[in-house]
């Protein structure tokens, strides 16, 4: 598979990484990591804050329409 961005800007690069919202394959330069917290616990109370965070990838547009940055 090969980065769509890249292949958008006219080169050409293997996608190392699949974007979690809109699954496009992406290259290490396109791809943004961005952890997120797990909960654990019932419900109303209590819940605690699982040690390892959970790994996203996103692109970057996903990223700017998530995050607005």
């Known amino acids: 598979m090969k980065c769509y961005i890249c ?3 006219g080169g050409e690069s293997e996608a190392v990484a699949v974007c979690i919202v809109c699954g496009m394959g992406l290259c290490m330069e396109h791809a943004i990591r961005k952890d997120v917290d797990l909960w654990e616990g019932g419900y109303p109370l209590p819940s605690k ?3 390892a965070p ?3 990838i ?5 990223y700017a ?3 607005g940055k």
């Open 49 to 51: 804050r699982v040690k």
């Open 58 to 62: 996103l692109c970057p547009e996903c």
């Open 54 to 56: 959970l790994p996203r």
């Open 65 to 67: 329409a998530l995050y």
């Open 7 to 9: 292949a958008l800007e």
